[in-house]
């Protein structure tokens, strides 16, 4: 099952990169697609704020249904309504405070760029109550191990985004893709309640008939929110910091920070979300052993793809880059983006091995180690930045992202280790032998830059060694993908 469900991350992720590349040819690097771009981020900052009713949902909700099927579903239905009432009020003071939004996450813009992005946040306004109903919805279908028809409505937003660039871009500009973000939003919200209609019973219960649960969630979620607000702060930081720079580069970051996310998306994304599914379910039935097993396959499966994805994507880089965008990019440009790609590297392999550690965690509700890492993590992001701003200008951004999301993978690590003794030696020792591989891959295409065919021969040599030290890994991470289970 997890194969579909991949390829229906595919099927989003590749229109997604559709869009980005089409709305970069049609921009370019421009004002409009730095406030695009900045909206975009405030919107995702806000979106925490649902974590602080949702976060810790799925293990709850578990534990509620191992003992009591109907309890369940009331508690779904109240937890429901109060997100209702939530999402209306956030939207609200989304719209009636807009500009303070816009200072708080950009200091650096003069009054026009403030006035211009605080009209699409109004608009964004009405984007954002449906988005928070939404993916309450997807989280109650997935807890119920309803995961496939929420993956697929995930096809939609990017598909009207595309169709928005190109047929209304040259009338609307970039509002255009605004508009499509409410319209997806709204249709989504319609064809999920029918959908949850049929497979799930749906009602309001008035919140406070279900007060003593609600609240005792909301007491645990409490500090796993606070710890995700904390967490994201990184992206107000990154953005004052990136908006002192001049015209473009909050686009070239975001762009170059997009291209390598999509590319861990597609591997990670539906691996995670039924890993947490899982491991929720494991720890309610006090099955340790699980647990044990899953992580490891993971963590292998998506270190292997994640690595092999990588290695091809650099070779390729600059030459797509510049087929796709010159001359709207500049070979400037597309090297500060080749770099910043290669900077973000580590980043997103250290993340890959925190998040196994981090959804065990969460799975075992504990909120306050949450809270306690992020408020760590921000503070040494913070450092590094400041430290190394003057030194190594855009690319200290990926380097402290890096260096204080280490800190948070180990912290994670050595807590579910401690309790649960999830990893060995023979474990550690792969996770050795894939970071020199990484290692090795950063600074081959760092030397060679401009030595493409020579980086590209190198590239295909450390794939050839990597396939025959990890060829068998690799046929059982694919076999392992592909099998079929629970979800549905």
Partial sequence: MLSVLSILNLISVLLSITFQILLIRVFGVHLETDIYYLSILIIQFIHIFLGFVTDLYIPF??????????KANEF???IYSLVFFISIIISALFFFFSKFFI??????????????????????????LFLFLNSYIEIVLKANFYVTFPFFMNIFPPFFNLLSLIFFSKTFGIKAIIYSMV???ILIFLIYNLFFLKKLRIFFINPFKKKREIFYLIKQNILVKLGGMIWGLNSPIMTNVLSYFPIGYITLFTYTNRFISFISDIINSPIFQVFYLKVSRYLSENNIEAVKNVSDKILRATLLLFFISVLFSLMI???FFLF????KLTFEHISIMYFIFLSLIPYYTILIFESIFKNIT???KKGLKVLQIAIVYIILYSLFLISTINYFKIYSVPFSLFFAQTYNAFSYFFYVNKKMKVMDKVIMRNLFEFSLFFLFLIILNFFLENKDSFRIFLNLFLFLIFYLKRRNEIYDSIRFLMRKGEIK
Avoid at 108 to 115: A, D, K, P, T
Avoid at 324 to 327: I, R
């Fill in 61 to 70: 909700y578990n534990d509620i249904r191992t003992k009591d099927e109907k």
């Fill in 362 to 364: 969460l799975c075992m």
């Fill in 76 to 78: 779904q239905n109240s």
């Fill in 103 to 128: 200072k708080i996450f950009a200091r650096g813009f003069e009054y026009e760029r403030i006035l211009f992005a605080s009209s699409i946040l109004k608009i964004l306004s009405i984007y954002l």
């Fill in 317 to 319: 880089f600059k030459k």
């Fill in 183 to 185: 319209f997806s939003t």
């Fill in 324 to 327: 796709l965008f010159y001359p």
